[in-house]
């Protein structure tokens, strides 16, 4: 069972355009969550995160948006660049309470800025 | 400062061979964890360590194994491979166990012929 699910494998946007980037989630516990950026042949580099008690976190031209009703977080990139193409993952931790901080990942979406 | 790095980058392995792969976390991290990728999937989680100790196994075999070191470095260890251990393994370090934010090596690309 996907518990962190991302569901548009793919992502097309032009140079300058903002880029919306989803993610769900069905485990109630997770309350914290993080994107990470992936290039081929690289480890993903940790981007921006949020906590389950905020509903908004920005930094620079990443914002991430957390709709706790909904089980539904999304990062906005504004405004794009061609430097941004790159998988971008969502992942959540169950914390509070747990023996371990694991990161829970969904299954990324490629993200293309078009010059 | 360094981040954490991984050894090799690249390895090629046949079926029922053992391998290790190595780990040294970001300098002052005491934690570090242990991902498979394979092609078209997120990263799962297969272990946490901290100070020595194991805090948290993903669901993976047996024939998995890890352990931390006094430095905390730490090895990930794979007996009898089989061709669906082909993936890339990352490993992920954070000041502590309780530590949201991990950040993640380069990773160990593993092929099993």
């Known amino acids: 069972d996907q518990q962190v699910k991302q569901n548009s494998p793919s992502l097309s946007v032009q140079e300058g355009r903002i880029s919306i980037l989803n993610c769900d989630y069905t485990n109630s516990m997770f309350d914290y969550f993080l994107w990470y950026k992936k290039y081929p042949a690289e480890g993903p580099t940790f981007l921006i995160s949020i906590s389950s008690i905020k509903d908004k976190n920005e930094d620079g031209r990443f914002t991430v948006f957390l709709n706790k009703s909904a089980k539904h977080l999304s990062l906005h990139i504004v405004p794009s660049q061609p430097g941004d193409s790159a998988v971008y993952f969502c992942a959540a931790i169950a914390g509070s309470g747990g023996s371990n901080y694991k990161l829970t990942f969904g299954k990324g979406t490629l993200l293309t800025v078009n010059p | 400062d360094a981040g954490v790095t991984q050894s090799p980058t690249h390895l090629i392995k046949t079926r029922g061979q053992h391998v290790t792969l190595r780990c040294s976390p970001i300098s002052g991290h005491k934690s570090v964890s242990w991902y498979q990728q394979v092609l078209g999937q997120g990263p799962q989680f297969i272990f946490q360590?901290?100070?020595?100790?194991?805090?948290g196994r993903g669901n993976f075999p047996d024939r998995f194994s890890a352990r931390q070191f006094p430095n905390y470095s730490s090895e990930l260890n794979v007996n009898a491979l089989l061709l669906g251990d082909s993936a890339l393994y990352l490993c992920?370090?954070?000041?502590?166990?309780?530590?949201?934010?991990?950040?993640f090596g380069p990773g160990t690309r593993l092929t099993v012929t």
């Open positions: 360590y901290y100070e020595k100790e194991e805090r």
């Open positions: 992920a370090s954070s000041r502590q166990a309780s530590s949201y934010e991990q950040y």
